[in-house]
């Protein structure tokens, strides 16, 4: 007899969303048991005198009393961010049951309300795990999203308020791509950092935003006679278009603008939809000129430049760029 194997993955599929959803469940359990605790010291610790001396003694006594019975879960530091968790959080229905206890750890060290926000949203709307999420906080996509758009349109996209609707909105500038693992100082070429790409897709789509599928990669394109070749193509859902990301280990030139437009233009008459939006192209560079990019496409381009690193920047060299960025937008109006 035949088996049928629909049924057979029907079967394993109900079983493997029984067990997502068991795992969930017990991970919220636990979440709400260590928001329970750090309610509770809370409580206790404002009876003392000195508060901030008498929260340390007190969790420390109970560190000693619990973690012979109960376990590491419940050192000292551990208590204390259960503490720190209940203060961050202190409604227990806004808790999301699509965040683990690794999540809100990780969160627990954003003070700006905003940011938190911004982080609590975009792991829920984008499924990510906790190491995906401590990456894009350790990689300051907020703070690099501020960049290119306001607070208020970050949070709106965030929270699914608003659609992105022109490209601008789903551009990056600087992308980090530390999980490359190619040293700054190595000499690579642009082979090199595409294969490395490649590797490392899954990151990439991540570090490139939401909505991103992965379409091809050295895309031929063949014009009378001439072969090009496209290095990367993906297409965005949210605003219905290809993104072509072209890849230069160099301070890009107007060639390196006038080769891309080529390529944008070619997907917009052959391959474009008629419901589909204008192609995007992105010349991910390892240096760029703004000036040689404002002058030498034309207005309301649908072409950006925006520059690679491959390591994670610092908020001091995130907070030089944000304001550089508004002395920018400044001088623009002034104009």
Known sequence: MNLNESIINDIQSIINRARESAVRAVDHERVIMYWHIGK??????????DRAQYGDRLIGYLAE????????????RNLNNFR???????????????????????LLGVNNEQKLEFYLEETVKNNWTARQLDRQMGSQLYERLLLSTDRESVLSVARNDK???????????????????LKPEATYFERDLETALITHLQEFMLELGNGFSFVARQKRIHLDGDDFFVDLVFYNRLLQCFVIVELKTHKI????????????NYYDRI????????????????EKNDTVVKF??????????????????????????????????KDKENE
Request: aromatic share 12%; proline share 6%.
């Open 40 to 49: 509770r010291i809370f409580e206790e610790e404002q009876h003392g005198q």
């Open 65 to 76: 009393q619990l973690l012979p019975q109960f376990g590491q879960g419940f050192s000292f």
């Open 84 to 106: 720190l968790f209940y203060r961050k959080f202190p409604i227990v229905s806004a808790l999301r049951t699509q965040l683990s206890w690794s999540h809100y750890r990780f």
């Open 163 to 181: 659609q992105p609707k022109e490209p601008k909105d789903i551009i990056k500038d600087p992308l980090v791509l530390e999980f490359l693992g």
């Open 253 to 264: 030139t107007h060639g390196d603008l006038g080769q891309l437009q080529m390529y944008v």
């Open 271 to 286: 391959e474009k939809l008629a419901h589909e939006s204008p192609t995007v192209g992105i010349l991910l560079c390892l």
């Open 296 to 329: 030498t496409l034309p207005e309301n381009s649908n072409i950006f430049a925006s520059k690679y690193q491959l390591y994670l920047p610092t908020a001091e060299q995130l907070s030089k760029e944000i304001n550089n960025e508004i002395l920018k937008q």
